[in-house]
């Protein structure tokens, strides 16, 4: 599958890059976030028109990483891209798939929830109890509507119209 028919890189940005990392301005919006050095490689295998198959053969070589995990670290990164507004996907490149991030922390509190801590982003997240149950269903890479059908089978209280929104 080729790239450049499915992901459009934001026209509206500036990048800086830098060691560890790198600055992206979006002119139009002025909002300005900071991406980790892999990000941005993606984004420059994504520039090149690479294909996916491409991009997880290059990412060995280049970044020097195991093929363990590759795909979902790939799938970590162009979900944070898309996120972030830095790429739209108009195609089937990884769509619809959600993974826990890998580099977040997450603290168990009670029956009621979690604490999320990204180191990358120095952020805390509060997970209440319905929160915390969809981020233990990304551990095991489920879709948008693998994720909706769960969360209705396990809070049957919610209405259905009010779940696929909010998933």
Not at 45 to 65: A, L, M
Not at 73 to 88: Q, V
Not at 89 to 113: I, S, T
Not at 162 to 167: I, L, R, S
Request: hydrophobic share 35%.
């Amino acid at each position: 599958m080729n790239i450049k028919a499915n992901i459009i890189i934001n026209p509206d940005l500036l990048v800086e890059n830098f060691n560890n990392g790198s600055l992206v301005l979006n002119v139009k919006t002025r909002e300005m976030v900071e991406i980790s050095y892999e990000e941005y490689w993606l984004l420059e295998q994504i520039k090149k028109k690479n294909t996916k198959d491409e991009i997880k053969k290059n990412y060995v070589k280049e970044v020097k990483s195991p093929q363990k995990n590759i795909d979902k670290h790939i799938e970590w990164m162009y979900n944070s891209l898309l996120k972030k507004e830095l790429i739209f996907d108009c195609g089937e490149f990884m769509k619809n798939k959600y993974m826990q991030n890998p580099a977040v922390n997450l603290r168990e509190e009670d029956e009621d929830g979690a604490l999320l801590f990204n180191p990358d982003s120095n952020r805390i997240q509060l997970l209440n109890n319905t929160g915390f149950f969809i981020w233990k269903l990304c551990a095991e890479e489920k879709t948008s509507l693998d994720i909706s059908e769960a969360v209705k089978r396990e809070f049957s209280d919610v209405p259905e119209v009010q779940v696929n929104e909010d998933v």
